[in-house]
C-alpha cells in the first residue's frame, strides 16, 4: 500500500477518538494529511476549542515537514530554539512543534504516507491516541 | 437544535458524497465549518487536488462571513467585482466567491448554523452534492 | 471640539442603530474610528454576520484614509479601477471601497475628527445610518 | 441563555470600566467576542493608546482559541514558550497570550459564551475589571 486513501485516514481518525474516549480524554481534534503535506481528513470533537484544527495540521505539518514525528521538533525547540524557529520561518508559522504530530509510516519498508496530528489533552496523550489512530490500520506509528 | 455536532457534520459530507457519486462526479472535497466559521470536519476523496481543502473551506467560510450561500458573492463578483475583492482583502484572502458554498439553517426559525463548501466538479454540481448533503440531515439548505 | 470622543462615538453609534430599526434594516454592524484611523467602538448587532466587523472597520478605514467618504472610493473603483485596487495595496488590504464609510467633520471649520463605517443593508442604507449618527450628534457628515 | 447577545456585551462592557474608574486604573480598552472569536462589541476609553483595540482583542481571541482564560497561555509562556509561539503563528499572529483574557461562560453547565479582553493597566487590573464585567451580568468568568 503505498498510499494514504481517505478510507484508511478516516479509520486513523475513528480509532484515534475512540482511544481518547476509552482514556476519558478531553474533546480532540485530528487531521490526516498526505504525503505532500495536504489536509485528507479532519474532525473536531464537539467541545474542542477554535483553533484546534490548526494546531493538529500545525503538529502533523511539522511531522511531515521534517520527516520526524514532532516530539523531534519538541526536543529541537529545547536544544536549539532558534532552529526551529527558523524552521517555522519558512513555513510560514504553520508548524506546531510539541508532541502529538506523528508520521503514518508503510508497514513494510517504511515509507512516509502521511501524517496524524491531535490536540485537545495533553500533548503525550494526544500522540498515544495517534499512535492506537494508525495501529488500528496495521500501519506503522512514528512519533519521532 | 442550536449546534453543529461533529455527527451531524459526517452525515452532511457522508451524503453529499454519496450524491456525487450517484451522478458520476469528478472526486469532491468537502468542508462543514461551524457558524464561527471553523472546521468541524472535512474529507477529500482520493483524487481530489492538493488546494480542494482550502477551495472547499474558503467557499464555506465566503457564506458563513456573509450570511449569505457564496453564490451570492459570485453574483456581486460580477456586478461590483471591487466589492468582492475588498471583502477579500478584509478576510485576509481566505473566501472563494463561486457556488458551492451553503448555509446550514435550522429547519425551524433558519437561524445560521453553519456552512459546507465543496470543491472538485464544477461549481453548480459541487453546490447540488451540498444541498443534498444538508438535506439528508433534516436541516436547510441556503445556496443564496 | 477636536476629538471625538468614546462618549461622542457611543452616541453616534446608538443613534445610526436606531434609524436602522425605524427603516426595518437588516442586523448592521457599526465601527468609529478616530482621526488617526484607530477604532474607538463598534458594536454588532444579534444576527449581524461574522465579518461585518472588519467590513464596517474597512469602510470608515478608507474613508479617513483618503480624506473623503467611502462613496468617492466606490466612484473611482469603476472610473480607475487600478487605483482603487493600489490603494489597498498600500493599505494592507484593509480597505473596503462601497458606501457606507461617512467622515465625522467638526461642525465649525470641518476638521476631519473620524469616521463611521456601517454595513448589513445595502450600501446606500448603510451610509444613511451614517450619516444619520452623525447628525444626532450635531457634528457634520462627509459621505464623499 | 445560550448566545452572548451586544445587549449583554455592552453591560459586561459598561460594568467593566465602571470598576476600572472605581480603582483609579488607566484608560481601558475592551473587547467582547462571541463564542466564534468574532468581535461583538469594543469601547476605547479617551487617552487609551492606539493599538489597545487589537490586544484587547488579541486577548480574548486567545482564549477563546484554546479554550482557557489567558492566563493559561501565560503560564504556558514560561513553560513552552516555543509552543505558544507557535500557537500563534498558526493563529496569524492575532493572539496576546496574557492575563486579561477572559471566559464568559454559562451560568449553569458552563459553556463557552465568548471572551472579554481587556488592556490599558496592569494584566492583572485588566483581568480583575473582566471578571467584574462578566460577573455583573450573573454569567461566570474563567480567567484560565
Chains 1, 2, 3, 4 share one sequence.
Not at 503505498?2 to 479509520?11: D, F, G, N, P, R
Not at 470533537?45 to 521534517?66: F, V
Request: charged share 15%.
Amino acid at each position: 500500500m503505498s498510499e494514504l486513501t481517505l478510507a484508511i485516514s478516516e479509520k486513523i481518525i475513528k480509532a484515534a477518538l475512540a482511544h481518547g474516549q476509552s482514556l476519558g480524554l478531553k474533546p480532540l481534534t485530528v487531521a490526516v494529511l498526505d504525503a505532500g503535506g495536504h489536509l485528507v481528513a479532519l474532525m473536531r470533537q464537539d467541545g474542542s476549542s477554535i483553533l484546534r484544527p490548526q494546531i493538529a495540521t500545525g503538529k502533523a505539518y511539522g511531522a511531515i515537514a521534517t520527516g520526524a514525528g514532532s516530539r523531534w521538533l519538541d526536543a529541537n525547540a529545547a536544544s536549539r530554539p532558534h532552529f526551529v524557529q527558523a524552521l517555522n520561518g519558512v513555513a510560514g508559522g504553520g508548524m506546531v512543534p510539541v508532541p502529538g504530530g506523528v508520521l503514518i509510516r508503510a508497514a513494510e519498508g517504511g515509507a512516509i504516507l502521511g501524517a496524524v496530528g491531535i490536540t485537545g489533552d495533553t500533548s503525550d496523550n494526544d500522540e498515544a491516541c495517534a499512535i492506537a489512530g494508525i495501529a488500528a490500520t496495521g500501519l506503522a506509528a512514528d512519533p519521532g
